[in-house]
């Protein structure tokens, strides 16, 4: 089975951080990271 990608969100604060896997640690997406992975998501 293919791993799919996909943002996690941390939501806290009164804020939404968006956060991508990079081998074994969590990484703050960027704002185009973060637009390809939804628009990936949609389709």
């Known amino acids: 089975m293919a791993?799919?990608?996909c943002p996690y969100y941390y939501?806290?604060?009164?804020s939404k951080t968006a956060f991508v896997?990079?081998?074994n640690?969590?990484?703050q997406?960027?704002?185009i990271e973060l637009k390809r992975l939804?628009?990936?998501g949609s389709n």
């Open 3 to 5: 791993k799919i990608d």
């Open 11 to 14: 939501v806290g604060d009164e």
């Open 21 to 23: 896997r990079i081998g």
């Open 25 to 27: 640690e969590s990484v």
């Open 29 to 31: 997406a960027g704002a």
């Open 38 to 40: 939804v628009l990936r």
